[in-house]
């Protein structure tokens, strides 16, 4: 326990996307039936989710981005969702690892360098761009997609409700 508290205290970033995604979490969970048939087959008690957080800089997240997506540039913020969700956002059973009390939802990167230069571009703060980044790419986790119209009008909305949530505007 100490270690983490060491690691909160002393890496505000990290501390603020493992915020974010606890108000991602908070704000999901009230949705209808939104991992209905995890919390159903735990007979309702509370499910634990777990999500890798990787901070990192351009250098780091071009590195993975050309690994992972043959894309070869850096980019912002990377996710790596473990769960796959059907067309209508239930989770397919078979998809993720949960052994009745852990759910594992996948992998953020984020490129530290890239936030901070996009917060002085945006004309907003540190805090804030960390805070979207995080939450854009949690949303990926719990299978949301912004590829094309009507998901991604919904995926802006979760975004900017958990935004507002967090009190953290542009």
Do not use: W
């Not at 991602?24 to 159903?40: D, G, H, R």
């Not at 917060?119 to 094309?148: K, N, P, W």
């Amino acid at each position: 326990p100490h270690s983490v508290l060491y690691i909160l205290k002393n890496n505000p970033p990290f501390t603020l996307m493992m915020v974010a995604v606890f108000f991602c979490m908070t704000a999901m969970m009230p949705i209808e039936n939104f991992m209905y048939n995890i919390v159903e087959g735990n007979g309702g008690d509370e499910t634990h989710f777990e999500v890798s957080i990787l901070i990192t800089d351009d250098e780091g997240i071009h590195e993975i981005n050309k690994e992972t997506r043959d894309i070869d540039a850096p980019t912002d913020v990377l996710s790596f969702p473990i769960l796959e969700f059907d067309e209508d956002g239930v989770m397919i059973e078979e998809s993720g690892d949960y052994d009745g009390e852990l759910l594992l939802l996948g992998d953020i990167v984020l490129s530290l360098e890239r936030a901070k230069a996009q917060a002085e571009e945006y004309g907003h703060s540190i805090e804030r761009e960390i805070g979207f980044l995080t939450v854009h790419s949690t949303l990926h986790l719990l299978g949301f997609d912004h590829m094309e119209e009507p998901f991604t009008s919904v995926m802006r909305a979760r975004e900017k409700e958990i935004m507002d949530v967090m009190d953290l505007h542009r």
